[in-house]
């Protein structure tokens, strides 16, 4: 049987003024209350690609927010964990963890901290994956609710690095480490088919976007928006939130090929539907 197309689910975004102000209007106006509901898990995914300060990685004040929201729509009894892979060659990801606060944050919120690189693997296979016909990714990212929070940054390879490049987080160095360079190397390789493969397999099923200033050039260094963006953006559509993100970037959606891979088969690039919250 043919498999239905996408619906078209909006982009939720808004001026931001403070985490603890915006982005809990923002949450609501979206209705991710009602899918926490009954969610066991929830698993919230920053960018903390290396230990570099925001707004090169997620601010940890963003996740603070968002564990609070978090915790007031799930059970009492749902376990909330903020994981991440580094993809640094020098250290690992608690050193991340540890030096841009988020163990002192999870330390006051009791939540738990997790390194998605050492966590437990399954195997996973895709006949029409051509570039990852066979993935490792952690358990853990198949049994919980996960949120991506990427933050507004353009990428020297991959056009832009948003939620779905902020996925290669969960990709295991055992596998995808490649002659001993960056811990996530072998996605080099034909970067957008990697991305858009490692999708296939597991893409959010939530994004929260820090759009509150944005890097117009490249996702480790060069400058910042000028003026910053200022906005927050939210949605349950991976390539909805890819599109938005590539426009605040001033950049066509169509021409980063993991965004134009994954528009009808992941989500709608297009019509992208605004809401303004």
């Known amino acids: 049987m043919p498999v239905a197309p996408p619906a078209v689910q909006p982009v939720f975004t808004c001026r931001s003024v403070s985490w603890q102000q915006s982005l809990p209007a923002l949450l609501e106006a979206t209705g991710l209350r009602d899918r926490l509901l009954s969610a066991p898990r929830i698993l919230i995914k920053p960018n903390l690609v290396e230990a570099l300060v925001p707004p090169i990685t ?76 066979v993935m490792h990714l952690p358990r853990l990212v198949f049994e919980s609710f996960l949120i991506s929070v990427p933050v507004l940054k353009a990428h020297t390879l991959a056009e832009v690095t948003l939620t779905m490049k902020n996925m290669m987080g969960l990709a295991p160095p055992a596998h995808f480490q490649k002659g001993g360079h960056w811990k996530k190397a072998a996605f080099h390789d034909r970067i957008q088919e990697a991305i858009f493969d490692l999708n296939r397999y597991r893409t959010p099923d939530f994004t929260v976007l820090d759009a509150t200033v944005g890097m117009p050039e490249a996702h480790l260094w060069g400058p910042t928006c000028n003026p910053p963006v200022n906005r927050l953006a939210a949605g349950f559509d991976p390539v909805a939130m890819d599109a938005y993100g590539a426009m605040l970037l001033k950049r066509d959606w169509r021409r980063i090929e993991h965004i134009r891979l994954a528009h009808g088969c992941l989500g709608l690039a297009e019509p992208l539907v605004l809401r303004e919250v």
């Open 58 to 133: 997620t601010p940890v004040a963003l996740i603070a927010a968002l564990v609070d929201y978090v915790r007031g729509c799930a059970p009492t009894t749902a376990e909330i964990i903020v994981g991440e892979g580094s993809g640094a060659r020098a250290y690992d990801t608690q050193h991340c963890f540890q030096a841009l606060g988020y163990e002192e944050m999870a330390a006051g919120k009791n939540i738990s901290l997790v390194d998605l690189n050492l966590e437990p693997l399954v195997r996973k296979s895709q006949k029409n994956c051509h570039r990852w016909p």
